[in-house]
Each structure stands twice: as structure tokens, then as C-alpha cells.
């Protein structure tokens, strides 16, 4: 699976962002039991999980700081998941990547948590700085 991000940029804090990962080389999410996702690596500071959605059910996964601001979703005709941002903060800003994989089954949602080294696809990344 080919992952490409897009919709990264420059913000004020307060402001908006969304996000877009576009998928290809394969069947489509729901061919199997695809869990789509974002994660992000700021400078000097480990990798982490953003946001995960289990396409099967629509079950979802937030880190505690962007719970309330951050949206996942996807359009399964598009092969696309999105990352609606609002409300960025300074702290969000960092590279953000979109991972796939089909294959996590109940671990999930601990891989989305934990710094997703099962993800078998990953995007090339794209960089929201958000100013204070």
C-alpha cells in the first residue's frame, strides 16, 4: 500500500488544518481489515499516535491531548482517511505520517498508543508548524 500525505502548513495557533491520505496499490480499506492512521515525530521527541480508525466498525482511537480537536475519517470510495485539525496548538506541531496495516487485529488501538512499529505502510510525512 502507497501512502501519500497532503494538507500540512503553517497555522496560528487557534487555527485549522486538514489533513489527507490518499492510498493506492491495493483492494481498498475494506478488503480486509484495514486500521488507518496518523501519527506524529516533533524534533528531539519519539514518534507517537495520533488518531486510528478501524475501517471494519468505524471504532476510533485518540491521544488524550487532541481528543475534542482532532477528527478522523475516511472515504472508503477515495481510499482516503482525513485528519480534521482544530483548535492547533504550538505543541501539535511536528511531521505527521499516515500508517495503514490489515493485519493488527485486537492490538490496534495499542499500537496506535504505543508508536505503531507494526504499521507495515507508511506515508512520506508532512509538517504542520503551528505559531504562537
Known amino acids: 500500500v502507497q501512502l501519500v500525505e497532503s494538507g500540512g502548513g503553517l497555522v496560528q495557533a487557534g487555527g485549522s488544518l486538514r489533513l489527507s491520505c490518499e492510498a493506492s496499490g491495493f483492494a481498498g480499506f475494506t478488503s480486509d481489515d484495514y486500521v488507518i492512521g496518523w501519527f506524529r515525530q516533533a524534533p528531539g521527541k519519539e514518534r507517537e499516535g495520533v488518531s486510528c480508525?478501524?475501517?471494519?466498525?468505524?471504532?476510533?482511537y485518540y491521544r488524550d491531548s487532541v481528543k475534542g480537536r482532532f477528527t478522523i475519517s475516511s472515504d472508503n470510495a477515495k481510499n482516503t482517511v482525513y485528519l480534521q485539525m482544530n483548535s492547533l496548538r504550538p505543541e501539535d506541531t511536528a511531521v505527521y505520517y499516515c500508517?495503514?496495516?490489515?493485519?493488527?487485529?485486537?492490538?490496534?488501538?495499542?499500537?496506535?498508543?504505543?508508536?505503531?512499529?507494526?504499521?507495515?505502510?507508511w506515508g512520506q510525512g508532512t509538517q504542520v508548524t503551528v505559531s504562537s
Open positions: 480508525i478501524r475501517e471494519s466498525d468505524g471504532n476510533t
Open positions: 500508517v495503514a496495516d490489515p493485519y493488527l487485529a485486537s492490538s490496534w488501538k495499542f499500537e496506535c498508543r504505543v508508536g505503531g512499529s507494526l504499521f507495515g505502510s
